[in-house]
Every structure is written in structure tokens, then in C-alpha cells.
């Protein structure tokens, strides 16, 4: 199985901080990489996918980068309705797997 | 509106069965894998089962591989998770999930870009 490996677990920021999230892949997945945004008590919501195309609806500040095992999402400028918690996922294979997420708290 | 809507979920003792539906809508269950997502309260995500579009394979977890079967029904356009011999540690919040790309088109997304809000699954005596 494909292990998907986030850092941080968790940052802190404020309105308006640049962040980015790693992720790095135990083994390669070519562009097989999405982001996905959760908040507490609702389903995650598609972010990134093939690794850098923005999903549909998503604001522009939300950028991903990367290919075969390290991947970035950046926040160009975090607005309040970005703290959440982010996950990767792989689907290069089967079984699919999920980074265990890091969570943008408020500073 | 392409939409997913999960139900059937609730309270199973261990060793018990359950089935849990997603029914879809602005979209045919034929043309999309569909999957299974599921999440214990608080922690992160964990895949379980996809079916792919058209004629094509079911892939399962192997936590769940054995007890789980997954289908769809085309003429109620719904997907399905029957879960036999449940254990504690199946308890979860089930998610159904589509894949953004049309299946058979070789390169397409397989991100999960529609999700289903939920339901819940407790497995206790």
C-alpha cells in the first residue's frame, strides 16, 4: 500500500499568513494527487486535483504543486473560512489512501 | 445539481449487517466510479470500497475485503454498501463519493468530486 505522509499535523496562522502543506508519497503516483478541505461535521470538499488543477468553484488563493511522491498545497492568503483541516489522497492505485491531515487553526 | 445522498445508517450489534444507499442525482451511476469513504469521529479518512464505471471491477479495503460488497442499482441510479459481520471497529461516519472523470477515458480525474454528506454507522452491543 501507498503510504501519504502530511506535515505539519497542525499550523497556526492568521488572516492573511501564506501557508503550505507537504505531502510526500511512499511511492511514486505520477499527478495521481488531490486536496481536499474539511470542516468539522461536513463532508470533505474537492480542492486540488491531478495534482495542480484547480477544482471548480475554488478560489484562486489555493494552489498545489508536485509529481511522483512530494506534493505541496499552498494558501496564498488564508481567509477565515480556510481553517479546516486539509488531507491528501492518492488514487495512482488501488487502495486508495488519505494523509492523516493537517489541521490550520487560528494563531 | 449532480448530488449524492446517503441513508440507512444506524445502530448494528457486533457481528450484525446493515446496508447503507447513496442515492445520486444530475449524473448516471453508470458513467462514474463510485466510492465508499469512511471517517471515525475526530480522526482522519479511510478509503473502502470503489466500483468503476460501466462493466468494470470492485476494489475493497483489506479491512473490509470479505464482509463488504458494494453495487449500484441502475434504475434507481443509487449506489449501496451492504456490510455483513460488523465489528466495533467499523463504526463510522459513511461517506459516498464520485469520481470526477468519466470512466473509459483514459487520463481522466480520479479525484472524488462529489460527496454525499454522511451517515452514521455504530457497531455496539
Known amino acids: 500500500d501507498i503510504q501519504m505522509t502530511q506535515s505539519p499535523s497542525s499550523v497556526s496562522a492568521s488572516v492573511g499568513d501564506r501557508v503550505t502543506i507537504t505531502c510526500r508519497a511512499s511511492?511514486?503516483?505520477?499527478?495521481?494527487l488531490a486536496w481536499y478541505q474539511q470542516k468539522p461535521g461536513i463532508a470533505p470538499r474537492l480542492l486540488i486535483y491531478?495534482?495542480?488543477s484547480l477544482e471548480s468553484g475554488v478560489p484562486s488563493r489555493f494552489s498545489g504543486s508536485g509529481s511522483g511522491t512530494y506534493f505541496t498545497l499552498t494558501i496564498s492568503s488564508l481567509q477565515p473560512e480556510d481553517f479546516a483541516t486539509y488531507y491528501c489522497?492518492?488514487?495512482?492505485?488501488?487502495?486508495?489512501?488519505f494523509g492523516q491531515g493537517t489541521k490550520v487553526e487560528v494563531k | 445539481d449532480v448530488q449524492l445522498l446517503a441513508s440507512g445508517g444506524g445502530l448494528v450489534q457486533p457481528g450484525g449487517s446493515l446496508r447503507v444507499s447513496c442515492a445520486a442525482s444530475?449524473?448516471?451511476?453508470?458513467?462514474?466510479?463510485l466510492s465508499w469513504v469512511r471517517q471515525t469521529p475526530g480522526q482522519g479518512l479511510e478509503w473502502v470500497s470503489t466500483?468503476?464505471?460501466?462493466?468494470?471491477?470492485?476494489w475493497y479495503a483489506d479491512s473490509v475485503q470479505g464482509r463488504f460488497t458494494i453495487s449500484r442499482d441502475i434504475s434507481e441510479n443509487s449506489l449501496y454498501l451492504q456490510m455483513n459481520r460488523l465489528r466495533a471497529e467499523d463504526t463510522a461516519i459513511y461517506y459516498c463519493?464520485?469520481?470526477?472523470?468519466?470512466?473509459?477515458?483514459?487520463?481522466?480525474?480520479?479525484?472524488?468530486?462529489?460527496w454525499g454528506h454522511g451517515t452514521r454507522v455504530t457497531v455496539s452491543s
Open positions: 511511492q511514486g503516483v505520477g499527478s495521481w
Open positions: 463519493a464520485k469520481t470526477r472523470g468519466v470512466a473509459g477515458i483514459p487520463g481522466a480525474p480520479r479525484a472524488f468530486d462529489i
Open positions: 489522497q492518492q488514487s495512482g492505485s488501488f487502495p486508495r489512501t
Open positions: 444530475g449524473f448516471s451511476v453508470v458513467n462514474h466510479a
Open positions: 466500483l468503476s464505471g460501466g462493466s468494470g471491477p470492485t
Open positions: 491531478g495534482a495542480s
